[in-house]
């Protein structure tokens, strides 16, 4: 679109486009970094089930319960962890079934998390366009309104 030739209602309709593009945005930024913390969360996991894997039973650790805080447990068996599978169902797991489970579920966000920044980046694209059409169309504007004398 020319900004030259640009209206007044073809304009505002660009406002309206940047308006909804920055919503978009803001939401994809959300979802950015709660995918980066449930990715941080899948690696916090591997790395448990990693150093706990050659724990032996009955090794008495501590156990994260949130915020910096843990409890103090028993380890019972090193050798089935307890997966959450989505919709608030888990199921038990060797410690290998469980590993690669996670690093499935670790690659599946990843490429989530990538495809979410190459839209993220189409959007601060198209709103940096539009930022500049409508800078040019004001200069316009304001270069053939008459000149006052004070």
Same mark, same amino acid.
């Given at each position: 679109?020319?900004?030259?030739?640009?209206?007044?209602?073809?304009?505002?309709?660009?406002?309206?486009?940047?308006?909804?593009?920055?919503?978009?945005?803001?939401?994809?930024?959300?979802?950015?970094?709660?995918?980066?913390?449930?990715?941080?969360?899948?690696?916090?996991?591997?790395? &448990?089930? =990693?150093?706990?894997?050659?724990?032996?039973? #009955?090794?008495?650790?501590? %156990?994260? $319960?949130?915020? @910096?805080?843990?409890?103090?447990? &028993?380890? =019972?068996?090193?050798?089935?962890?307890?997966? #959450?599978?989505?919709?608030? %169902?888990? $199921?038990?797991? @060797?410690?290998?079934?469980?590993?690669?489970?996670?690093?499935?579920?670790?690659?599946?966000?990843?490429?989530?998390?990538?495809?979410?920044?190459?839209?993220?980046?189409?959007?601060?694209?198209?709103?940096?366009?539009?930022?500049?059409?409508?800078?040019?169309?004001?200069?316009?504007?304001?270069?053939?309104?008459?000149?006052?004398?004070?």
């Amino acid at each position: 679109m020319s900004d030259e030739r640009l209206t007044q209602q073809q304009a505002q309709d660009l406002v309206v486009r940047h308006q909804q593009y920055q919503y978009q945005a803001e939401a994809i930024a959300q979802q950015v970094n709660m995918l980066k913390i449930t990715i941080r969360d899948v690696e916090t996991a591997l790395t &448990t089930i =990693t150093a706990l894997k050659d724990e032996p039973a #009955g090794e008495e650790i501590l %156990v994260p $319960v949130g915020f @910096g805080s843990f409890v103090n447990a &028993t380890l =019972t068996n090193p050798d089935k962890v307890v997966i #959450g599978i989505g919709a608030g %169902v888990s $199921v038990e797991k @060797g410690t290998d079934d469980a590993k690669v489970f996670l690093e499935k579920r670790k690659d599946e966000l990843t490429k989530y998390h990538e495809q979410l920044n190459n839209a993220f980046t189409k959007l601060a694209e198209e709103l940096q366009g539009i930022e500049r059409t409508l800078q040019r169309y004001e200069q316009t504007q304001r270069s053939q309104q008459p000149m006052r004398a004070e």
